[in-house]
């Protein structure tokens, strides 16, 4: 695969990005689950790959510093960036403010976009790593607001009603039961209010909470096998577990765009009382490029506020497409 496929970062990446420990974590786990346990092994897999995919990388600084064009790595460089001690992310404004909070939350590195890359093909990640990424960059920036939001491209209260059906247009090629879940949405985004009613409406509260419910009947495993370009309906279903009634609230896709899982900026997600359940459905367009896809999403309001400000990662799905060729390989999974 070329390094600018599936969103992929190109030859040089310019910007670093302090991420979630949950990237590095993940990068140390698939490092190991390809045979590589050892760091030096590793770290010669990491360098063989990194010259092959940027040639011009021999010429680099050879790990260390805050470089980040492509360079050869060594065992401390990797340590480094495995366990998230070469640099630790500071602690945002609104969360300073909390009288608790997790610190090790907080533990990250700095990953330079060509790195992850490099572990993604190294060790067999098939774009798994891509898309943590590509969330671990969004999530930075909406974190940078105080309360964390969602960016203003991907707002109900900036999109509006027709916007929200120009999003979910395409999904209305998709089987019955998906086209049936799209008017419903659309219905449902006309009925929310396009501003708060009072001063302290959409924004975090810690009695508000929310737990996530097993649906057998609707949940899809993690790692569901489809084939490009099919359409997928994911549920989740959540239950209020606070004491303040949900109302207007929306789930955001974090990291989303044109690359990876098609879905909606947002959907709607109905009102529940305190203790009530709600089931939510994600209309998803898999890629017509094979590999591991995975997506994100986190409960907020109409103007974008995060629902539960956390360095956390939200609810997560995976799809693995598959190559056109094992198109007679069919899937027990029913995906809508």
């Not at 993940?26 to 897999?45: I, K, N």
Request: proline share 10%; net charge neutral; hydrophobic share 40%.
């Amino acid at each position: 695969m070329s390094p600018g496929s599936r969103g992929r970062p190109r030859a040089v990446a310019s910007t670093h990005m302090v991420v979630m420990k949950e990237l590095s974590a993940a990068m140390r786990q698939l490092r190991s689950a390809a045979g590589c346990e050892r760091l030096e092994d590793a770290v010669e897999v990491l360098n063989a790959t990194i010259a092959e995919l940027y040639p011009e990388s021999a010429r680099s600084r050879q790990a260390g510093g805050t470089s980040s064009l492509p360079h050869p790595v060594t065992v401390r460089y990797v340590s480094g960036i495995e366990t998230g001690n070469t640099t630790k992310a500071p602690v945002p404004a609104w969360l300073r403010s909390v009288t608790a909070y997790r610190r090790e939350q907080l533990r990250g590195s700095q990953v330079p976009a060509w790195l992850v890359h490099a572990y993604d093909v190294a060790f067999l990640a098939d774009g798994y790593l891509v898309d943590m990424y590509r969330w671990a960059v969004s999530l930075q920036a909406d974190q940078s607001a105080d309360p964390p939001r969602a960016p203003a491209y991907a707002r109900l209260a900036q999109i509006g009603p027709d916007g929200f059906d120009a999003e979910v247009a395409m999904f209305l090629d998709g089987p019955e039961t998906m086209r049936v879940a799209v008017r419903d949405m659309s219905a449902a985004i006309r009925r929310y209010p396009s501003a708060p009613t009072s001063a302290t409406d959409w924004l975090p509260d810690h009695e508000d909470r929310c737990g996530n419910v097993v649906n057998p009947e609707r949940d899809l495993p993690e790692g569901v096998v489809v084939l490009p370009g099919t359409f997928v309906l994911g549920w989740w279903r959540l239950r209020n577990t606070g004491v303040r009634p949900w109302k207007h609230k929306v789930l955001y896709r974090a990291g989303g765009g044109d690359a990876g899982l098609r879905t909606p900026p947002f959907v709607p997600v109905p009102d529940a009382p305190p203790g009530g359940e709600v089931d939510i459905a994600v209309p998803i367009r898999a890629p017509h490029h094979p590999g591991t896809y995975r997506l994100c999403l986190r409960l907020g309001w109409p103007n974008g506020v995060y629902c539960y400000p956390s360095t956390l990662i939200g609810a997560i799905m995976t799809l693995v497409v598959l190559p056109e060729q094992y198109a007679g390989c069919g899937t027990p999974w029913r995906t809508t």
